[in-house]
């Protein structure tokens, strides 16, 4: 019975999928056991659990799993209640918060993950495209940030957005490092500079931050093999 009652999450310490999760629950006070995962030899537990995608992060709640971290995120806020809610009350709010959730997963990652993994003029390109999505971005949450900037006191409960920015760019500057770009430009995207630069201040975000420069290395290895197997 004790068993069942186990929360686990399965993840990655690498991984800005599974970085949400650890981040929600551990905003809300949920206690978990993390599991780590290799993905070059995945879990018998993994494949049983996310069949379909076979992908991290699976959160496993009363022996049932959970799979995408969008839906896990959703499914946190509906199932603890107390402590800080990840979404909004009002249901338009909520609808609000999901689309431009759902527009940095979808839009603005895609091209993030096209520039690490390509060189020449299809980089250009997919860093172009990126620049063009955060600045959307940025005007988009004026809805949210009506001064235009964020404070560490706005950000330090966090909700859906806050942590689907940070799990995409709190590392921004290593992913500068590596590209050899200016990708959150403090000119170009004010908005989004001050918003990451909070959160980056936040105690719990320090804490499941790894150093910079393991994360330099780990990058730059991701896309030296991304490069040699042609992934672009
Ligand atoms: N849409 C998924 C993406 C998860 C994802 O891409 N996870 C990666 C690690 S960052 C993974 O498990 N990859 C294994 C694979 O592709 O085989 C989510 O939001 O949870």
Known sequence: MEEEKKLTLHGLWISPYSKRVELALKTKGIPFEFVEEDLMNKSPLLLKYNPVHKKVPVLVHNGKPIVES??????????WKTGPRLLPEDPYKRARVRFWASFVDQQVFESLKLAFTSDGEVQEKAIKELLEKLKTFEVGMKEFFP??????????????????????????????????????????TPLIFSWLTALNELPLVKELTPPHEKLVAVLQFFRNNALKSGAA
Do not use: M, W
């Open 147 to 188: 001064d235009g900037i964020a404070s560490i006191e706005r950000t330090k409960n966090l909700g859906l957005l806050d942590i689907v920015l940070y799990s995409g760019f709190g590392a921004h500057k290593v992913q500068e490092e590596v590209l050899g770009t200016k990708i959150i430009d403090p000119e170009k």
């Open 70 to 79: 969008l839906i896990i995120l959703e499914y946190i806020d509906e199932t």
